[in-house]
């Protein structure tokens, strides 16, 4: 993956007409759409520096998270606080916050999401089955689980994610993006979101596919 193939990618995304209950947040319509597809670019280009082995697939941005961010199981928090474990996200990268970002809460399984892979030294690709914000139609500040033809028009994001880094395995995160990656023609493990209490069991996943041997 080079740096043209992230621009790439990251138009293509942006290229993309969802519906009404569907925002893509990247779109070049939107001036302050521009911030979120450098940080999401600045993220790819930081992961591709790490090269993992692993892509994490969730459900869909939530409207505190990424829907503000542009990067996957992010916060307000990640941006404006100290680099994390991994040396993401921290001041001097350029990641910067849309002014909308004012007054929104931090999405809190984006939190725990990097407590966890803190914790077991593990870092993949994170992605989402739907990488746009699926919302109640005139209630963008709410989230709604994403249909599977939003999230088939996600498919063959996740699958470019597979080339473009050196990924020999890929998880669902939950049973949206599991059925997504069947659809999509892919047999994946699936291990439990950690949204909605779900910390222990998502941790609980993600060390028995290490202890399996899944190579970071």
Wanted: charged share 15%; aromatic share 8%; with cysteine.
């Amino acid at each position: 993956m080079t740096s043209s193939s992230i621009d790439g990618f990251v138009d293509r995304l942006a290229a993309v007409a969802t519906g009404p209950g569907c925002t893509n947040f990247f779109d070049h319509a939107l001036p302050a759409n521009a911030q979120r597809r450098r940080n999401l670019g600045i993220y790819l280009q930081e992961m591709l520096d790490r090269r993992p082995k692993v892509l994490l697939v969730g459900e869909a941005p939530g409207f505190r998270g990424m829907r503000i961010t542009g990067v996957p199981f992010t916060n307000r928090t990640m941006f404006d606080g100290p680099a994390n474990s991994f040396g993401l996200f921290g001041p001097g990268k350029g990641y910067v916050l849309p002014p909308e970002a004012a007054g929104i809460a931090s999405e809190p399984t984006a939190t725990v999401m990097w407590q966890v892979l803190a914790e077991l030294e593990f870092l993949p690709v994170l992605w989402s089955a739907c990488p746009w914000h699926t919302h109640v139609p005139g209630r963008p500040l709410s989230n709604r689980t994403p249909t599977a033809a939003e999230a088939a028009l996600g498919t063959p994001f996740w699958q470019a994610l597979t080339e473009l880094f050196p990924i020999e395995t890929v998880v669902a995160v939950g049973n949206v993006a599991h059925l997504s990656l069947q659809r999509g023609g892919l047999d994946v493990p699936k291990i439990r979101h950690p949204a909605h209490g779900g910390r222990s069991g998502f941790k609980r996943g993600l060390e028995e596919l290490l202890s399996a041997g899944v190579r970071q």
